[in-house]
Protein backbone atom coordinates (compact mmCIF):
# COMPACT_ATOMS: atom_id res chain seq x y z
CA UNK A 1 0.00 0.00 0.00
CA UNK A 2 1.33 3.52 -1.12
CA UNK A 3 0.75 6.82 0.42
CA UNK A 4 1.75 10.43 -1.38
CA UNK A 5 3.61 12.33 1.56
CA UNK A 6 3.81 15.93 1.47
CA UNK A 7 7.63 15.23 0.82
CA UNK A 8 6.70 14.35 -2.90
CA UNK A 9 8.17 10.70 -1.48
CA UNK A 10 6.44 7.30 -1.04
CA UNK A 11 5.60 6.52 3.01
CA UNK A 12 5.33 2.66 2.70
CA UNK A 13 3.50 0.49 5.60
CA UNK A 14 4.94 -2.12 7.48
CA UNK A 15 4.44 -5.04 4.38
CA UNK A 16 6.28 -2.93 1.79
CA UNK A 17 9.99 -4.11 1.32
CA UNK A 18 12.75 -1.96 3.05
CA UNK A 19 14.45 -1.60 -0.07
CA UNK A 20 11.63 0.90 -1.34
CA UNK A 21 12.21 3.18 1.35
CA UNK A 22 13.93 6.43 0.21
CA UNK A 23 17.72 7.38 1.50
CA UNK A 24 16.90 10.94 1.87
CA UNK A 25 14.91 10.56 5.06
CA UNK A 26 15.19 8.55 8.28
CA UNK A 27 11.53 6.60 9.16
CA UNK A 28 10.46 5.55 12.15
CA UNK A 29 7.34 2.81 12.75
CA UNK A 30 3.58 5.06 13.68
CA UNK A 31 0.90 2.84 14.57
CA UNK A 32 -1.99 3.33 12.12
CA UNK A 33 -5.59 1.86 11.69
CA UNK A 34 -4.13 0.32 8.46
CA UNK A 35 -1.15 -1.31 10.61
CA UNK A 36 2.41 0.48 10.85
CA UNK A 37 3.23 3.65 9.06
CA UNK A 38 6.85 4.72 8.35
CA UNK A 39 7.05 8.46 9.55
CA UNK A 40 9.92 10.61 8.43
CA UNK A 41 11.98 11.75 11.93
CA UNK A 42 11.56 15.37 13.09
CA UNK A 43 14.90 16.51 11.60
CA UNK A 44 14.34 15.84 8.23
CA UNK A 45 11.21 17.18 8.33
CA UNK A 46 12.94 20.76 9.50
CA UNK A 47 15.29 20.01 6.41
CA UNK A 48 13.04 19.91 3.92
CA UNK A 49 10.31 22.20 5.55
CA UNK A 50 12.98 25.22 5.63
CA UNK A 51 14.65 24.41 2.27
CA UNK A 52 11.52 25.27 0.06
CA UNK A 53 9.71 28.34 -0.63
CA UNK A 54 5.84 27.89 -1.04
CA UNK A 55 6.92 28.37 -4.76
CA UNK A 56 8.68 25.43 -5.07
CA UNK A 57 6.43 23.42 -3.18
CA UNK A 58 3.89 24.47 -5.59
CA UNK A 59 5.64 23.26 -8.63
CA UNK A 60 6.06 19.94 -7.05
CA UNK A 61 3.32 17.45 -7.78
CA UNK A 62 -0.08 18.15 -10.14
CA UNK A 63 0.87 22.09 -9.33
CA UNK A 64 -3.15 22.28 -8.25
CA UNK A 65 -3.69 24.55 -5.02
CA UNK A 66 -5.41 22.24 -3.17
CA UNK A 67 -2.93 19.59 -3.29
CA UNK A 68 -0.56 22.12 -2.29
CA UNK A 69 -2.19 23.05 0.45
CA UNK A 70 -3.39 19.73 1.42
CA UNK A 71 0.71 18.73 1.40
CA UNK A 72 1.56 21.50 3.70
CA UNK A 73 -1.39 21.43 6.29
CA UNK A 74 -0.14 17.53 6.77
CA UNK A 75 3.57 19.27 7.17
CA UNK A 76 1.49 21.35 9.85
CA UNK A 77 -0.16 19.12 11.22
CA UNK A 78 2.94 16.52 12.29
CA UNK A 79 4.68 19.71 13.61
CA UNK A 80 1.37 20.78 16.00
CA UNK A 81 1.62 16.80 17.23
CA UNK A 82 5.09 16.85 17.96
CA UNK A 83 4.89 20.39 19.68
CA UNK A 84 7.30 22.51 17.04
CA UNK A 85 6.69 26.12 17.33
CA UNK A 86 8.80 27.22 14.56
CA UNK A 87 7.73 24.31 12.87
CA UNK A 88 4.19 25.44 12.62
CA UNK A 89 4.46 28.80 12.02
CA UNK A 90 6.54 28.31 9.09
CA UNK A 91 3.82 25.92 7.60
CA UNK A 92 1.03 27.66 8.76
CA UNK A 93 2.67 31.19 7.10
CA UNK A 94 3.63 28.77 4.13
CA UNK A 95 0.07 28.22 3.22
CA UNK A 96 -0.91 31.59 3.78
CA UNK A 97 1.83 33.29 1.62
CA UNK A 98 0.56 30.55 -0.96
CA UNK A 99 -2.79 31.28 -1.47
CA UNK A 100 -1.94 34.97 -1.56
CA UNK A 101 0.80 34.54 -4.62
CA UNK A 102 -2.17 32.83 -5.77
CA UNK A 103 -4.68 35.59 -5.55
CA UNK A 104 -7.54 32.95 -3.96
CA UNK A 105 -8.42 35.53 -1.33
CA UNK A 106 -11.58 33.01 -0.38
CA UNK A 107 -9.21 30.24 0.03
CA UNK A 108 -7.17 32.23 2.11
CA UNK A 109 -10.25 33.30 4.15
CA UNK A 110 -10.89 29.66 4.62
CA UNK A 111 -7.53 28.37 5.80
CA UNK A 112 -7.02 31.32 8.24
CA UNK A 113 -10.63 30.06 9.77
CA UNK A 114 -9.15 26.24 9.37
CA UNK A 115 -5.98 26.82 10.71
CA UNK A 116 -7.35 28.29 14.08
CA UNK A 117 -9.44 26.16 14.67
CA UNK A 118 -7.33 22.85 14.48
CA UNK A 119 -7.40 21.01 17.76
CA UNK A 120 -4.14 21.84 19.59
CA UNK A 121 -3.13 24.77 17.61
CA UNK A 122 -0.34 26.51 19.02
CA UNK A 123 -0.50 30.10 20.38
CA UNK A 124 2.50 31.34 18.50
CA UNK A 125 1.44 29.80 15.67
CA UNK A 126 -2.11 31.69 15.63
CA UNK A 127 -0.69 35.19 16.49
CA UNK A 128 2.19 34.32 13.31
CA UNK A 129 -0.38 33.72 10.80
CA UNK A 130 -2.43 37.12 11.95
CA UNK A 131 0.38 39.24 11.91
CA UNK A 132 0.90 37.76 8.07
CA UNK A 133 -2.16 38.02 7.01
CA UNK A 134 -2.27 41.67 8.36
CA UNK A 135 -0.19 42.23 5.89
CA UNK A 136 -1.95 41.36 2.77
CA UNK A 137 -4.64 43.68 3.37
CA UNK A 138 -3.50 46.80 1.25
CA UNK A 139 -2.57 43.98 -0.87
CA UNK A 140 -6.81 43.48 -1.62
CA UNK A 141 -8.00 44.21 -5.32
CA UNK A 142 -10.83 45.29 -3.96
CA UNK A 143 -12.56 47.11 -0.66
CA UNK A 144 -15.21 44.13 -0.24
CA UNK A 145 -12.35 41.60 -0.54
CA UNK A 146 -10.40 44.25 1.89
CA UNK A 147 -13.25 44.41 4.59
CA UNK A 148 -13.68 40.56 4.20
CA UNK A 149 -10.37 39.86 5.50
CA UNK A 150 -10.31 41.93 7.90
CA UNK A 151 -14.19 40.43 9.65
CA UNK A 152 -11.91 36.61 8.80
CA UNK A 153 -8.98 37.51 11.08
CA UNK A 154 -11.35 39.89 13.51
CA UNK A 155 -13.56 36.56 13.82
CA UNK A 156 -10.38 34.52 14.42
CA UNK A 157 -8.74 36.89 17.29
CA UNK A 158 -11.75 37.21 18.93
CA UNK A 159 -11.70 35.96 22.90
CA UNK A 160 -7.68 35.66 22.41
CA UNK A 161 -5.81 37.59 24.24
CA UNK A 162 -2.89 36.96 23.17
CA UNK A 163 -4.02 38.82 19.66
CA UNK A 164 -5.34 41.30 21.18
CA UNK A 165 -3.67 44.19 20.05
CA UNK A 166 -3.66 43.01 16.42
CA UNK A 167 -7.31 42.81 16.76
CA UNK A 168 -7.95 46.42 18.08
CA UNK A 169 -5.43 47.48 15.08
CA UNK A 170 -7.84 45.33 12.95
CA UNK A 171 -11.11 46.94 14.01
CA UNK A 172 -9.94 50.43 13.43
CA UNK A 173 -8.60 50.00 9.96
CA UNK A 174 -12.65 48.58 9.49
CA UNK A 175 -13.96 51.29 11.45
CA UNK A 176 -11.99 54.30 8.75
CA UNK A 177 -13.26 51.84 6.39
CA UNK A 178 -16.89 52.00 7.46
CA UNK A 179 -16.46 56.15 8.49
CA UNK A 180 -15.15 56.66 4.26
CA UNK A 181 -18.03 54.71 3.41
CA UNK A 182 -20.32 57.50 5.30
CA UNK A 183 -21.41 55.21 8.00
CA UNK A 184 -20.03 56.68 11.29
CA UNK A 185 -22.62 55.40 13.86
CA UNK A 186 -21.20 51.90 12.45
CA UNK A 187 -17.56 53.15 12.40
CA UNK A 188 -18.06 54.27 16.28
CA UNK A 189 -19.90 51.44 17.49
CA UNK A 190 -17.01 49.25 15.79
CA UNK A 191 -14.51 51.20 18.18
CA UNK A 192 -16.11 51.01 21.26
CA UNK A 193 -16.16 47.16 21.61
CA UNK A 194 -12.39 47.47 22.08
CA UNK A 195 -11.28 48.47 25.56
CA UNK A 196 -7.93 49.53 24.69
CA UNK A 197 -6.57 50.49 28.19
CA UNK A 198 -7.13 47.11 30.03
CA UNK A 199 -4.09 45.84 27.21
CA UNK A 200 -0.82 45.82 29.20
CA UNK A 201 1.26 44.85 26.15
CA UNK A 202 0.11 48.08 23.98
CA UNK A 203 2.15 51.20 23.82
CA UNK A 204 1.14 53.91 25.88
CA UNK A 205 1.13 56.21 22.50
CA UNK A 206 -1.04 53.70 21.00
CA UNK A 207 -3.97 53.46 23.74
CA UNK A 208 -4.25 56.90 23.99
CA UNK A 209 -4.50 57.28 20.09
CA UNK A 210 -7.22 54.43 19.63
CA UNK A 211 -8.92 56.04 22.54
CA UNK A 212 -8.76 59.86 21.03
CA UNK A 213 -10.47 57.41 17.74
CA UNK A 214 -13.33 56.54 19.69
CA UNK A 215 -14.23 60.25 21.09
CA UNK A 216 -14.11 61.63 17.67
CA UNK A 217 -16.23 59.35 16.06
CA UNK A 218 -18.64 59.98 19.59
CA UNK A 219 -18.48 63.37 18.67
CA UNK A 220 -18.58 62.62 14.92
CA UNK A 221 -22.15 61.01 15.59
CA UNK A 222 -23.15 63.68 18.36
CA UNK A 223 -22.91 61.01 21.41
CA UNK A 224 -21.94 63.72 23.68
CA UNK A 225 -22.40 61.24 26.81
CA UNK A 226 -20.47 58.26 25.54
CA UNK A 227 -17.57 61.08 24.51
CA UNK A 228 -17.56 62.55 27.86
CA UNK A 229 -17.19 59.17 29.50
CA UNK A 230 -14.42 57.88 26.79
CA UNK A 231 -12.15 60.92 27.67
CA UNK A 232 -12.32 60.20 31.50
CA UNK A 233 -10.52 57.45 30.35
CA UNK A 234 -7.46 59.59 29.56
CA UNK A 235 -5.47 61.41 32.59
CA UNK A 236 -4.09 65.03 31.62
CA UNK A 237 -1.75 64.19 33.54
CA UNK A 238 0.13 61.87 31.26
CA UNK A 239 0.71 64.23 28.82
CA UNK A 240 3.34 65.58 31.18
CA UNK A 241 5.41 62.47 31.50
CA UNK A 242 9.20 62.80 30.42
CA UNK A 243 9.48 61.45 27.37
CA UNK A 244 13.42 61.81 27.49
CA UNK A 245 13.98 59.17 30.07
CA UNK A 246 15.19 56.16 28.87
CA UNK A 247 12.36 53.26 29.42
CA UNK A 248 13.25 50.94 31.88
CA UNK A 249 13.84 46.89 31.05
CA UNK A 250 10.87 44.96 32.14
CA UNK A 251 11.33 42.80 35.28
CA UNK A 252 11.18 38.85 34.78
CA UNK A 253 7.40 38.19 34.74
CA UNK A 254 6.47 41.52 33.63
CA UNK A 255 4.35 42.09 30.28
CA UNK A 256 6.77 43.65 27.45
CA UNK A 257 5.19 46.32 25.89
CA UNK A 258 5.02 46.38 21.77
CA UNK A 259 6.43 49.15 19.91
CA UNK A 260 4.25 51.72 18.61
CA UNK A 261 3.59 51.72 14.69
CA UNK A 262 5.14 54.19 12.66
CA UNK A 263 1.82 56.16 12.12
CA UNK A 264 1.10 56.90 15.73
CA UNK A 265 2.09 60.40 16.53
CA UNK A 266 3.91 61.63 19.24
CA UNK A 267 2.98 62.66 23.04
CA UNK A 268 2.79 66.05 22.30
CA UNK A 269 0.43 65.89 18.87
CA UNK A 270 -1.59 63.62 20.88
CA UNK A 271 -1.96 66.22 23.73
CA UNK A 272 -2.92 68.82 21.05
CA UNK A 273 -5.27 66.39 19.55
CA UNK A 274 -7.00 65.53 23.01
CA UNK A 275 -7.66 69.27 23.62
CA UNK A 276 -8.96 69.51 20.36
CA UNK A 277 -11.50 67.06 20.91
CA UNK A 278 -12.33 68.46 24.32
CA UNK A 279 -12.72 72.09 22.91
CA UNK A 280 -15.45 70.54 20.72
CA UNK A 281 -16.87 68.66 23.51
CA UNK A 282 -17.03 72.01 25.54
CA UNK A 283 -18.36 73.96 22.41
CA UNK A 284 -21.27 71.92 22.38
CA UNK A 285 -22.85 73.29 26.14
CA UNK A 286 -20.78 76.86 25.45
CA UNK A 287 -18.60 75.98 28.67
CA UNK A 288 -16.34 78.85 27.56
CA UNK A 289 -13.64 78.92 30.76
CA UNK A 290 -13.37 74.81 30.14
CA UNK A 291 -12.48 75.82 26.63
CA UNK A 292 -10.10 78.36 27.81
CA UNK A 293 -8.41 76.22 29.52
CA UNK A 294 -8.23 74.19 26.68
CA UNK A 295 -6.65 76.47 24.88
CA UNK A 296 -4.52 77.05 27.64
CA UNK A 297 -2.78 73.93 27.59
CA UNK A 298 -3.02 73.95 23.23
CA UNK A 299 -0.64 77.19 24.17
CA UNK A 300 1.54 75.65 26.41
CA UNK A 301 2.98 73.04 23.85
CA UNK A 302 6.56 73.43 23.22
CA UNK A 303 5.67 73.57 19.45
CA UNK A 304 3.15 75.88 19.87
CA UNK A 305 4.91 78.50 22.35
CA UNK A 306 8.12 78.38 20.11
CA UNK A 307 6.19 79.60 16.87
CA UNK A 308 4.53 82.74 16.61
CA UNK A 309 1.73 81.98 13.65
CA UNK A 310 0.65 78.76 15.80
CA UNK A 311 0.31 80.89 19.44
CA UNK A 312 -0.72 84.34 18.32
CA UNK A 313 -3.83 82.56 17.10
CA UNK A 314 -4.27 80.82 20.19
CA UNK A 315 -3.79 83.42 22.41
CA UNK A 316 -6.45 85.41 20.88
CA UNK A 317 -8.89 82.51 21.90
CA UNK A 318 -7.98 82.69 25.23
CA UNK A 319 -8.59 86.34 25.55
CA UNK A 320 -12.19 85.63 23.88
CA UNK A 321 -13.25 82.73 25.94
CA UNK A 322 -11.70 84.60 29.25
CA UNK A 323 -13.84 87.47 28.50
CA UNK A 324 -17.01 85.16 27.36
CA UNK A 325 -16.61 82.93 30.73
CA UNK A 326 -19.03 84.18 34.20
CA UNK A 327 -17.20 85.67 36.57
CA UNK A 328 -15.81 83.30 39.06
CA UNK A 329 -12.91 82.57 41.42
CA UNK A 330 -10.96 79.97 38.38
CA UNK A 331 -11.82 82.93 36.16
CA UNK A 332 -10.10 85.55 37.33
CA UNK A 333 -7.43 83.30 38.60
CA UNK A 334 -7.19 82.70 34.48
CA UNK A 335 -7.43 86.49 34.10
CA UNK A 336 -4.90 87.67 36.10
CA UNK A 337 -2.06 85.14 34.57
CA UNK A 338 -2.88 85.66 31.35
CA UNK A 339 -2.39 89.67 31.82
CA UNK A 340 1.10 88.27 33.11
CA UNK A 341 2.33 86.44 29.88
CA UNK A 342 4.59 89.20 27.99
CA UNK A 343 3.35 87.14 24.50
CA UNK A 344 0.08 89.49 25.07
CA UNK A 345 2.25 92.67 24.46
CA UNK A 346 2.17 91.27 20.91
CA UNK A 347 -2.03 91.67 20.53
CA UNK A 348 -2.08 95.06 22.33
CA UNK A 349 -6.24 95.50 21.80
CA UNK A 350 -6.56 92.02 23.44
CA UNK A 351 -4.36 93.23 26.71
CA UNK A 352 -6.77 96.31 26.36
CA UNK A 353 -9.69 94.63 26.59
CA UNK A 354 -8.76 91.95 29.68
CA UNK A 355 -7.86 95.09 31.96
CA UNK A 356 -10.92 96.35 31.31
CA UNK A 357 -12.23 93.64 33.03
CA UNK A 358 -10.45 93.75 35.99
CA UNK A 359 -10.78 97.35 36.24
CA UNK A 360 -13.70 98.50 38.90
CA UNK A 361 -14.83 101.02 36.04
CA UNK A 362 -17.90 100.94 34.57
CA UNK A 363 -17.75 99.61 30.80
CA UNK A 364 -19.84 101.34 28.59
CA UNK A 365 -21.56 98.27 25.80
CA UNK A 366 -21.54 99.88 22.26
CA UNK A 367 -18.18 101.90 22.63
CA UNK A 368 -16.50 98.61 23.47
CA UNK A 369 -18.28 96.41 20.39
CA UNK A 370 -17.59 99.39 17.97
CA UNK A 371 -13.94 98.88 19.11
CA UNK A 372 -13.82 94.90 18.98
CA UNK A 373 -16.36 94.12 16.35
CA UNK A 374 -14.14 93.69 13.75
CA UNK A 375 -11.95 91.88 15.93
CA UNK A 376 -15.01 89.63 16.94
CA UNK A 377 -15.59 88.87 13.32
CA UNK A 378 -12.39 87.62 12.54
CA UNK A 379 -12.48 85.00 14.72
CA UNK A 380 -14.31 83.01 12.29
CA UNK A 381 -10.97 82.61 9.82
CA UNK A 382 -8.52 82.16 12.67
CA UNK A 383 -7.87 78.87 14.23
CA UNK A 384 -10.48 77.01 15.86
CA UNK A 385 -13.33 79.03 13.77
CA UNK A 386 -15.94 80.95 15.10
CA UNK A 387 -16.62 82.05 18.89
CA UNK A 388 -20.19 80.08 18.74
CA UNK A 389 -24.08 81.21 17.41
CA UNK A 390 -24.36 82.91 21.00
CA UNK A 391 -20.99 84.46 21.56
CA UNK A 392 -22.10 88.28 20.86
CA UNK A 393 -25.08 87.91 23.20
CA UNK A 394 -23.03 86.52 25.51
CA UNK A 395 -19.80 89.12 25.30
CA UNK A 396 -22.89 91.49 25.48
CA UNK A 397 -24.14 89.56 29.38
CA UNK A 398 -20.89 89.36 30.70
CA UNK A 399 -20.23 93.12 30.20
CA UNK A 400 -23.72 93.36 32.14
CA UNK A 401 -22.65 91.71 34.71
CA UNK A 402 -19.26 92.92 34.71
CA UNK A 403 -21.46 96.71 35.52
CA UNK A 404 -23.42 95.28 38.46
CA UNK A 405 -20.84 93.99 39.93
CA UNK A 406 -18.96 97.64 39.96
CA UNK A 407 -21.90 99.42 41.06
CA UNK A 408 -22.16 96.96 43.92
CA UNK A 409 -18.74 97.85 45.55
CA UNK A 410 -19.26 101.40 45.02
CA UNK A 411 -22.88 101.49 46.64
CA UNK A 412 -24.62 100.55 49.43
CA UNK A 413 -28.20 101.27 48.34
CA UNK A 414 -29.11 102.43 44.92
CA UNK A 415 -32.63 103.04 42.96
CA UNK A 416 -33.27 100.82 40.15
CA UNK A 417 -33.81 103.95 37.80
CA UNK A 418 -30.29 105.06 38.33
CA UNK A 419 -28.92 101.41 38.48
CA UNK A 420 -30.67 101.16 35.05
CA UNK A 421 -29.07 104.26 34.11
CA UNK A 422 -25.36 103.14 34.48
CA UNK A 423 -25.80 99.86 33.06
CA UNK A 424 -27.84 101.39 29.72
CA UNK A 425 -30.34 99.15 30.08
CA UNK A 426 -34.37 99.48 30.49
CA UNK A 427 -35.69 99.08 34.55
CA UNK A 428 -36.91 95.18 33.57
CA UNK A 429 -34.11 94.55 31.91
CA UNK A 430 -31.24 95.66 34.76
CA UNK A 431 -33.93 93.91 37.09
CA UNK A 432 -33.83 90.42 35.17
CA UNK A 433 -29.95 90.29 34.74
CA UNK A 434 -29.43 91.75 38.76
CA UNK A 435 -32.12 88.75 39.56
CA UNK A 436 -30.14 86.27 37.47
CA UNK A 437 -27.15 86.95 39.31
CA UNK A 438 -28.92 86.87 42.97
CA UNK A 439 -29.94 83.19 41.78
CA UNK A 440 -26.50 81.92 40.70
CA UNK A 441 -24.93 83.15 43.80
CA UNK A 442 -22.57 85.74 41.92
CA UNK A 443 -23.95 88.64 43.91
CA UNK A 444 -26.33 89.49 47.19
CA UNK A 445 -28.94 91.90 46.66
CA UNK A 446 -32.37 92.45 47.39
CA UNK A 447 -34.99 94.55 45.32
CA UNK A 448 -37.44 97.31 46.80
CA UNK A 449 -40.19 96.95 44.20
CA UNK A 450 -42.14 99.57 45.84
CA UNK A 451 -39.40 102.33 46.69
CA UNK A 452 -37.74 101.09 43.73
CA UNK A 453 -34.61 100.61 45.61
CA UNK A 454 -31.97 97.87 45.55
CA UNK A 455 -29.74 97.28 48.57
CA UNK A 456 -26.33 95.55 48.10
CA UNK A 457 -25.84 94.58 51.92
CA UNK A 458 -26.39 91.54 53.21
CA UNK A 459 -28.75 90.88 55.96
CA UNK A 460 -26.42 89.81 59.03
CA UNK A 461 -27.79 87.35 62.04
CA UNK A 462 -27.44 88.27 65.18
CA UNK A 463 -23.67 86.54 65.87
CA UNK A 464 -22.28 88.49 63.31
CA UNK A 465 -23.77 91.46 64.26
CA UNK A 466 -22.17 90.63 67.70
CA UNK A 467 -18.73 89.85 65.84
CA UNK A 468 -18.58 93.39 63.99
CA UNK A 469 -19.53 94.95 67.46
CA UNK A 470 -16.60 93.55 69.12
CA UNK A 471 -14.46 94.08 66.40
CA UNK A 472 -15.20 98.08 66.32
CA UNK A 473 -14.77 97.98 70.16
CA UNK A 474 -11.48 96.11 69.42
CA UNK A 475 -10.17 98.65 66.90
CA UNK A 476 -11.66 101.74 68.91
CA UNK A 477 -9.53 100.59 71.94
CA UNK A 478 -6.41 100.23 70.21
CA UNK A 479 -7.08 103.85 68.95
CA UNK A 480 -7.26 105.18 72.21
CA UNK A 481 -4.60 102.56 73.87
CA UNK A 482 -2.15 104.36 70.98
CA UNK A 483 -3.21 108.11 71.33
CA UNK A 484 -2.48 107.63 75.44
CA UNK A 485 1.01 106.37 74.45
CA UNK A 486 1.04 109.45 71.71
CA UNK A 487 0.47 111.79 74.24
CA UNK A 488 2.65 110.30 77.08
CA UNK A 489 5.61 110.84 74.19
CA UNK A 490 5.22 113.77 74.06
CA UNK A 491 4.46 114.62 77.47
CA UNK A 492 7.91 113.53 78.44
CA UNK A 493 9.58 115.01 75.82
CA UNK A 494 8.36 118.69 77.04
CA UNK A 495 8.83 117.98 80.14
CA UNK A 496 12.73 116.76 79.28
CA UNK A 497 12.98 120.26 77.03
CA UNK A 498 11.95 122.28 80.03
CA UNK A 499 14.25 121.09 83.03
CA UNK A 500 17.10 121.92 79.94
Known amino acids: MIDRSPFGKSIFTATCSPSHRSSSFTYFPVPSLLGFIQIPKLHSIHRFLYSRSPIEAEMEGDGSLDSQIESLLNVEKQMRLNGDVAGTKKAAIDILQLCFERR ?121 VRAQILSRKISPRVFDADTSKEKKKPKEGESIVEEAPADIPSLLELKRIYYELMIRYYSHSNDYLEICRCYKSIYEIPSVKEDSSKWIPVLRKICWYLVLAPHDPMQSSLLNSTLDDKNLSEIPHFRSLLKQLITMEVIQWTALWNTFKDEFENEKNMLGGSLGDKAADDLKERVIEHNILVVSKYYARITVKRLAELLCLTVEEAEKHLSDMVVSKALVAKIDRPLGIVSFQSVKDSNDVLNSWAINLEKLLDLVEKSCHQIHKETMVHKAALKV
Open 104 to 224: AWKTLNDQIVVLSKRRGQLKQAVTAMVQQAMQYIDETPDIETKIELIKTLNSVSAGKIYVEIERARLIKRLAKIKEEQGQIAEAADLMQEIAVETFGAMAKTEKIAFILEQVRLCLDRQDY
